[in-house]
């Protein structure tokens, strides 16, 4: 239908009578701008004050427009849908009804802002708008058609109609990809060959030796680490419950505001300097992680002490030193340069954080109000991919480290290591030598940072990670008063972490008394420190050599068997420790710092306690006995001195390192005497108790002193003094001021306590029993991983056996049991089970792995190389699978696969000694295999210019092979462990006797 001329001419009129034409220019103007502006607010989330203004102009033309389209666009669109044709009133309709809907909306985001819970809300405003928008054009293409007066619109701005529909598809895909990126942490294809290399020396790095870094190498101003910045994140209403489980968590008191930490530093800088001259350097490889407030922004060329000192009188100092780890630290990180842990994190400055904390009111109102009003920016800046995706390899930033000559002027010794540990697990899904895998496989922040409910702005369904961070560590929330944070971390060390089962009785075969297990320094577990901080020796690894065993008689479950005991012998009671709920090894973290020890106790029907290994002095407030058995590492000094004041920069040498790998188990031996006069029965019970931090650490942080008595020398390698603890404990950081005792937690104890029947002296020797059932398969198959990691290989294989026969068609079962023949030497019998394990489960990643490394030994190096390519297509992260096909292809001189298999090993884990070892190995083969190849082919070549052309690059190309295999070299060289201070342990041994005993692999309590 077509207006007639008479319409046409009122509708001019009426047009012509409108507003004045300068009025509409610029309405149209600013119109053209606001569109303009929304495409900018939607692909860029640049985190600027110009960004910011864009929101503010935002805000202001949506509510004029919004205005306008009451007052103005409402009546015109009563009268249109009067007058115009149906063509133009559906278009007319369509518009006017998405305009409303977007206009509503976005006065509603006015209101409440865009923040996550409300991104439904924002993407209808953003829909809204567009289709009202793409409406309005098709209404005014639609007036040509009807020769309304619209059509002069259509004329002149069609052009723009149409590059709008092209370039907008554009902005979301532009949009879209933005909000979809990843960034990628990336391993370094040639690892750093010193301390140097890696953090970048004082030239390239000023916060060297620690490996963090700020963009463009600058200091950070204070004010961005403080206590008040991180507070200012729960203003607004934005985070206050993040901000509240910030408030009471270790990450806040990391810092000097956490005694413990700061006597290690106190300590430290004094025993790397001179009498009266503390040194600062070495403790900079700490300040990384733990003091960004002080150590960023310049100020730890002070020795803590004289700060501590300044703080007494300056706010401003004190603030700095009690920050702790704050928002920023990791909200503010832009790039995490590897997996090699020790800070290495990239920070930038955010120009907004000024606006954030201004002290005048009405610009931090606006800054506040205009992020509420469009978050995007501000959760781009601070929640980058990586601390959403790439979880675990962000934390490994300060949660794996190790220590090199700028801090203890010796070598490379790897320190505490979560990440690794993880990532070789069952929990990571990245592990083949994993005993048991859970249903479903973790990260970090799936047991450290787990939902809790919350009505924060930034809340994910009404969740929230919680802030907490709940970990271990109950002393902080102890002397700091906080009831809510030791529960979290109560709650988080029982949850089902441990299990411990009183499992066994032995009798030693052939009559007599049960004696303990001995084991010559080969067969102690003195380990490496490698080991001693990161995995404890044997999560599957394979060792040569026979383990301590020795004929006995096996009576188990001893629940199950109802055993009798003789008055008079002496028996063995194994129980098993498990780890179960947790991603590392156990206990995790500065295992030199704490107290984790299994508590056995026997008490016979009269009462008597005929065995209480693990009791804890003082009533409990004391020391541990000596000779329970513990879980922790035990470092030595050059002098042989154990490293108990958190002084890890002077270990020289591990004495042992017992930790337990996630999803496996330790079996803790106990001799029993039976008196002559035992009662009826003995009731048999056991736990786990953990302390953090040990008895004497706390000691030495609070109050500890050399005594002056007793003189003795110190330096960074030892520390010859003897240490009293009557020192002033006025002026210790946190809110107890005198040396506190630390709770103890059970993390796991018996259900039921085991009870023996006694018998006479006289009576027959009691049969062994072994009782298998089939819901005991699993308490059979931990007890064998204890022994295997015990390297007692024969009890292994007894004890995989009865897996096997209680529960048949588990296959791991077989594998276990082919793992305890494999590390025995009985290659056949590995060969036998293994391959049934594999012909049962051919894509089982750990039956093809060790049938493969089965075969390796077997001689079978095709068949071995084939099967570790099935286990890599299982566990393609693995970096065992990885080195070991690489060392077999080098050894069949397959050196391009082999190198590229290699390398991939070391893009896991850039430290990764067989890589380097064998990558050594293997560019020495391609320069031989080069060099033979320029002799044979140099010969056959005629012409002198050409031979000369050939043997030139030849030389090339082998010096590089050269080059990069003595490259290898050195940093197989920097990492391996240092097998000149196996003589310090052997100092200590002779001078303890109960370290002496927890340095065997296989030794028995009593």
């Given at each position: 239908m077509k207006l007639s001329t008479t319409a046409y001419r009122n509708e001019s009129q009426r047009a012509g009578a409108g507003p004045r034409r300068l009025v509409l220019r610029l309405s149209v103007t600013a119109f053209a701008l606001l569109l303009l502006n929304s495409a900018y607010l939607f692909v860029s989330n640049a985190a600027t004050l110009?960004?910011?203004?864009?929101?503010?102009?935002?805000?202001?033309?949506?509510?004029?427009?919004?205005?306008?389209?009451?007052?103005?666009?409402?009546?015109?669109?009563?009268?249109?849908?009067?007058?115009?044709?149906?063509?133009?009133?559906?278009?007319?309709?369509?518009?006017?009804?998405?305009?409303?809907?977007?206009?509503?909306?976005?006065?509603?985001?006015?209101?409440?802002?865009?923040?996550?819970?409300?991104?439904?809300?924002?993407?209808?405003?953003?829909?809204?708008?567009?289709?009202?928008?793409?409406?309005?054009?098709?209404?005014?293409?639609?007036?040509?058609?009807?020769?309304?007066?619209?059509?002069?619109?259509?004329?002149?701005?069609?052009?723009?109609?149409?590059?709008?529909?092209?370039?907008?598809?554009?902005?979301?895909?532009?949009?879209?990809?933005?909000?979809?990126?990843?960034?990628?942490?990336?391993?370094?294809?040639?690892?750093?060959?010193?301390?140097?290399?890696?953090?970048?020396?004082?030239?390239?790095?000023?916060?060297?030796?620690?490996?963090?870094?700020?963009?463009?190498?600058?200091?950070?101003?204070?004010?961005?680490?403080?206590?008040?910045?991180?507070?200012?994140?729960?203003?607004?209403?934005?985070?206050?419950?993040?901000?509240?489980?910030?408030?009471?968590?270790?990450?806040?008191?990391?810092?000097?505001?956490?005694?413990?930490?700061?006597?290690?530093?106190?300590?430290m800088q004094e025993v790397q300097g001179t009498p009266g001259k503390p040194s600062v350097e070495g403790s900079k490889w700490c300040a990384g992680c733990h003091d960004p407030a002080v150590f960023l922004t310049g100020n730890w060329d002070t020795p803590i002490v004289t700060q501590m000192q300044q703080a007494e009188t300056d706010e401003r100092v004190r603030k700095r030193l009690t920050a702790g780890l704050g928002c920023n630290m990791c909200h503010a990180a832009v790039?995490?340069?590897?997996?090699?842990?020790?800070?290495?994190?990239?920070?930038?400055?955010?120009?907004?954080?000024?606006?954030?904390?201004?002290?005048?009111?009405?610009?931090?109102?606006?800054?506040?109000?205009?992020?509420?009003?469009?978050?995007?920016?501000?959760?781009?800046?601070?929640?980058?991919?990586?601390?959403?995706?790439?979880?675990?390899?962000?934390?490994?930033?300060?949660?794996?480290?190790?220590?090199?000559?700028?801090?203890?002027?010796?070598?490379?010794?790897?320190?505490?290591?979560?990440?690794?540990?993880?990532?070789?697990?069952?929990?990571?899904?990245?592990?083949?030598?994993?005993?048991?895998?859970?249903?479903?496989?973790?990260?970090?922040?799936?047991?450290?940072?787990?939902?809790?409910?919350?009505?924060?702005?930034?809340?994910?369904?009404?969740?929230?990670?919680?802030?907490?961070?709940?970990?271990?560590?109950?002393?902080?929330?102890?002397?700091n008063d906080h009831p809510e944070q030791l529960e979290a971390a109560k709650k988080m060390l029982t949850n089902n972490v441990l299990s411990i089962d009183i499992f066994a009785l032995r009798r030693q075969g052939g009559g007599g008394e049960t004696q303990p297990h001995s084991g010559s320094s080969a067969g102690s577990s003195t380990g490496s420190m490698l080991e001693a901080q990161a995995i404890a020796p044997g999560e599957g690894s394979i060792a040569s050599g026979t383990g301590i065993s020795r004929p006995h008689e096996l009576s188990a479950p001893i629940d199950r068997v109802d055993p009798l005991v003789r008055r008079g012998e002496t028996v063995s009671i194994d129980v098993v420790v498990r780890t179960r709920g947790v991603g590392h090894v156990f206990p995790g973290g500065t295992m030199d710092a704490f107290?984790?020890?299994?508590?056995?106790?026997?008490?016979?029907?009269?009462?008597?306690?005929?065995?209480?290994?693990?009791?804890?002095?003082?009533?409990?407030?004391?020391?541990?006995?000596?000779?329970?058995?513990?879980?922790?590492?035990?470092?030595?000094?050059?002098?042989?001195?154990?490293i108990d004041k958190r002084n890890a920069a002077s270990a020289r040498a591990v004495l042992y390192a017992r930790a337990i790998p996630p999803g496996a188990a330790d079996v803790v031996h106990y001799r029993l005497h039976v008196p002559k006069d035992c009662g009826d029965r003995i009731t048999l019970s056991a736990k786990v108790n953990y302390r953090k931090f040990?008895?004497?650490?706390?000691?030495?942080?609070?109050?500890?002193?050399?005594?002056?008595?007793?003189?003795?020398?110190?330096?960074?390698?030892?520390?010859?003094?003897?240490?009293?603890?009557?020192?002033?404990?006025?002026?210790?950081?946190?809110?107890?001021?005198?040396?506190?005792?630390?709770?103890?937690?059970?993390?796991?104890?018996?259900?039921?306590?085991?009870?023996?029947?006694?018998?006479?002296?006289?009576?027959?020797?009691?049969?062994?029993?072994?009782?298998?059932?089939?819901?005991?398969?699993?308490?059979?198959?931990?007890?064998?991983?204890?022994?295997?990691?015990?390297r007692d290989f024969q009890g292994a294989e007894r004890a995989f056996t009865n897996v096997t026969r209680a529960r048949p068609e588990y296959v791991d079962g077989y594998v276990h049991l082919g793992r305890a023949f494999l590390e025995d030497g009985d290659i056949p019998a590995a060969l036998k089970h293994l391959g049934y394990a594999v012909a049962q489960r051919p894509g089982l990643g750990k039956a093809n792995y060790f049938y493969a490394l089965a075969l390796r030994k077997a001689g079978r190096y095709a068949d071995a190389i084939r099967y570790l390519e099935q286990a890599r297509e299982a566990f393609p992260t693995d970096r065992n699978i990885l080195s070991d096909l690489g060392q077999l292809l080098v050894d069949a001189e397959r050196f391009e696969e082999a190198r590229e298999v290699l390398q991939q090993a070391l893009a896991i884990d850039p430290e990764h000694v067989p890589a380097h070892y064998n990558l050594m190995r293997c560019y020495g083969g391609l320069a031989t295999r080069t060099t033979r190849l320029k002799e044979a082919r140099a010969a056959k070549i005629w012409f002198p210019a050409e031979r000369a052309r050939f043997v030139a690059a030849m030389d090339q190309t082998i010096r590089e092979y050269r080059e990069l295999s003595d490259r290898y070299r050195r940093a197989f060289e920097r990492f391996k462990v240092d097998p000149t201070t196996t003589h310090i342990a052997g100092r200590r041994r002779e001078v303890d006797p109960y370290e002496n005993r927890e340095s065997l692999l296989v030794h028995e309590h009593n």
């Open positions: 110009f960004y910011l203004l864009n929101v503010a102009y935002h805000l202001l033309a949506g509510l004029g427009f919004a205005l306008l389209a009451l007052v103005v666009g409402l009546r015109y669109v009563v009268r249109a849908l009067e007058s115009r044709p149906p063509p133009m009133r559906r278009w007319l309709i369509l518009a006017t009804l998405a305009g409303a809907i977007g206009i509503g909306s976005g006065l509603l985001l006015a209101y409440t802002g865009a923040t996550r819970p409300l991104l439904g809300l924002l993407r209808t405003h953003i829909i809204a708008c567009l289709v009202s928008l793409g409406a309005a054009g098709l209404y005014l293409r639609a007036a040509v058609a009807v020769r309304a007066p619209e059509a002069r619109w259509w004329s002149r701005t069609r052009v723009f109609w149409q590059l709008g529909a092209l370039v907008i598809p554009g902005f979301f895909l532009l949009g879209f990809a933005g909000a979809n990126s990843r960034a990628v942490i990336r391993n370094p294809l040639l690892p750093p060959l010193d301390a140097f290399e890696e953090a970048g020396g004082k030239a390239r790095n000023r916060f060297f030796p620690s490996s963090i870094r700020t963009v463009g190498n600058r200091l950070m101003p204070e004010e961005f680490f403080t206590e008040e910045s991180s507070l200012s994140c729960g203003e607004a209403g934005c985070h206050p419950d993040i901000v509240r489980q910030w408030n009471e968590s270790a990450h806040h008191f990391s810092s000097f505001n956490n005694q413990f930490y700061r006597k290690s530093i106190e300590y790039h995490v340069s590897d997996t090699m842990g020790q800070a290495g994190l990239v920070l930038e400055y955010p120009v907004l954080h000024r606006y954030a904390i201004s002290p005048s009111p009405f610009i931090k109102w606006a800054h506040n109000a205009l992020t509420v009003l469009d978050p995007g920016p501000h959760r781009n800046l601070f929640l980058k991919p990586f601390h959403t995706q790439a979880t675990a390899e962000f934390c490994s930033g300060c949660h794996k480290v190790h220590l090199d000559k700028p801090f203890n002027h010796y070598r490379w010794v790897r320190g505490f290591d979560e990440y690794d540990a993880w990532q070789q697990s069952g929990v990571s899904g990245q592990g083949v030598r994993a005993f048991y895998y859970p249903d479903k496989f973790k990260k970090c922040v799936d047991c450290h940072m787990p939902l809790v409910k919350s009505n924060d702005r930034g809340n994910l369904h009404g969740f929230v990670h919680s802030h907490r961070f709940p970990a271990a560590n109950t002393a902080l929330p102890f002397v107290d984790v020890w299994v508590e056995m106790k026997a008490v016979d029907s009269r009462g008597r306690v005929l065995l209480w290994s693990g009791k804890t002095q003082d009533g409990g407030h004391g020391p541990v006995d000596p000779g329970a058995h513990f879980y922790r590492t035990r470092l030595l000094d050059a002098h042989g001195n154990v040990s008895w004497f650490y706390t000691q030495f942080a609070y109050a500890g002193r050399p005594d002056p008595t007793q003189g003795g020398s110190y330096s960074v390698h030892f520390d010859d003094r003897k240490f009293i603890f009557d020192g002033d404990t006025s002026k210790v950081s946190g809110k107890i001021k005198r040396v506190p005792n630390l709770p103890i937690i059970v993390m796991a104890e018996t259900k039921q306590p085991v009870v023996l029947r006694v018998g006479s002296a006289f009576v027959f020797r009691p049969q062994p029993r072994e009782q298998v059932r089939r819901e005991d398969w699993e308490r059979w198959n931990d007890y064998g991983i204890g022994l295997l990691l015990q």
